[in-house]
């Protein structure tokens, strides 16, 4: 937050009893004490250390933060300020304890907020239905799983998704829907991580290592916000056995070291299963649009159990029956890529040319090859072949 959004913020609690500098571009508040501001008047430090103290206060008591182990930069100018002087500043100490009492008031303005009821389930289903292709069964298990999780004030374990299916079919664009439902800033957001397998865990002689980093990175961001999210992308790349160090935390323990976990999200991601999804589907006498989940999330559970290829392979969190949900992801129709191409016309700002659209999803390749019916890379390659057309 910089220093001209504190200002104008202090401006509008009605601070305007004596006339308060504006700090330049060029300065922060990490700096008080030295000579100037912009118009060549000294700082008072204790006026500018206030405004530290304010900031301090929305960030770390009304965000939830807990107290850190090593005082960050910004704030060792405070230290040299007493409770007293802050008290005794007549220019608005009264005003900012009055405000600082509404800690609502300040989530989305000013800082982001871990905020307890954040989802609203209609924009969720909206989101759901007009972003998400081809995947009527995510779609209704996700939006039932998460609504019902959220809602529910004191859920007896945290929620565990594990989704599976081939690449391009939507399970990393449907984890970013249901992160933006719920946290304002969505992907981005500090009450979101995401582990990606080989970019984070690489190293197979460093195993206990991760575990240790894994467990610490989870305590203490669930310590700052019960409804932090964690993703873990690529679980058939992660090491056997790694992901079991994360089972305390999805167990049913009302809390571990004085946390309580309950109201955390983990999503896992897979390919592994893909093929069994593909069989199941293939081989069905029913529509693909009839299918329900109970026609693969047995099967696919198995599978995965068993599979020595993948992260989940003989783990506890599927022994002991931790993993709430496992969702599979169809394959996708030349239908649904060609809805994926212009929905990425959409995306640019373009006209959805259907004949555009077209082109590029009979571009793709198919399986089975005689029959053509599924799209090997689901959506994946659309917006690269968009590119290779545009730019003709």
């Not at 160090?245 to 946390?259: A, H, M, N, S």
Request: net charge positive; glycine share 6%; with cysteine.
């Amino acid at each position: 937050m910089s220093e001209q959004t504190v200002h104008r913020s202090l401006l509008r609690m009605g601070l305007r009893s004596r006339k308060v500098p504006m700090l330049s571009s060029t300065k922060s508040l990490s700096s008080l004490g030295k000579e100037t501001v912009n118009s060549g008047e000294s700082v008072n430090v204790t006026l500018l250390a206030s405004w530290s103290m304010l900031y301090y206060k929305l960030e770390v008591q009304y965000c939830q933060q807990p107290p850190v182990p090593q005082e960050p930069e910004r704030w060792k100018v405070v230290s040299s300020v007493s409770p007293e002087s802050l008290v005794d500043e007549k220019w608005g100490a009264a005003s900012v304890s009055g405000y600082l009492s509404y800690p609502r008031f300040f989530c989305g303005r000013l800082v982001e907020c871990c905020e307890e009821n954040a989802l609203k389930s209609t924009a969720f289903k909206e989101d759901l239905n007009n972003k998400l292709f081809g995947q009527h069964l995510a779609q209704d298990v996700i939006f039932r799983a998460v609504t019902g999780f959220m809602k529910n004030e004191n859920p007896q374990k945290p929620l565990a998704l594990s989704l599976h299916g081939g690449t391009g079919i939507g399970k990393n664009f449907i984890s970013k829907i249901i992160a933006e439902n719920i946290h304002q800033k969505g992907m981005s957001s500090k009450y979101v991580h995401l582990f990606e397998s080989t970019m984070h865990f690489p190293h197979n002689n460093l195993v206990p290592l991760y575990k240790d980093q894994i467990q610490s990175w989870i305590r203490g961001n669930v310590s700052s916000c019960p409804r932090s999210i964690f993703i873990f992308d690529n679980m058939d790349e992660l090491h056997p056995g790694l992901i079991d160090t994360i089972k305390p935390f999805l167990d049913y323990y009302e809390q571990i070291d004085g946390v309580s976990y309950r109201k955390a999200i983990f999503i896992f991601l897979s390919n592994a299963g893909g093929h069994v999804i593909n069989r199941v589907v293939l081989g069905s006498s029913k529509r693909r649009e009839e299918l329900k989940l109970q026609d693969l999330e047995s099967v696919l559970a198995v599978e995965v159990f068993n599979n020595k290829d993948n992260g989940f392979w003989h783990c506890n969190l599927i022994d002991k029956n931790l993993i709430d949900f496992y969702v599979p992801f169809l394959p996708l129709e030349y239908r649904h890529v060609k809805q994926c191409a212009l929905a990425e016309l959409r995306h640019r700002g373009l006209k959805a040319d259907e004949e555009l659209a077209s082109l590029v999803a009979k571009e793709m390749t198919y399986f089975p090859k005689d029959l053509r019916i599924f799209s090997d890379k689901g959506c994946k390659t659309v917006s690269t072949k968009l590119d290779l057309r545009l730019s003709g």
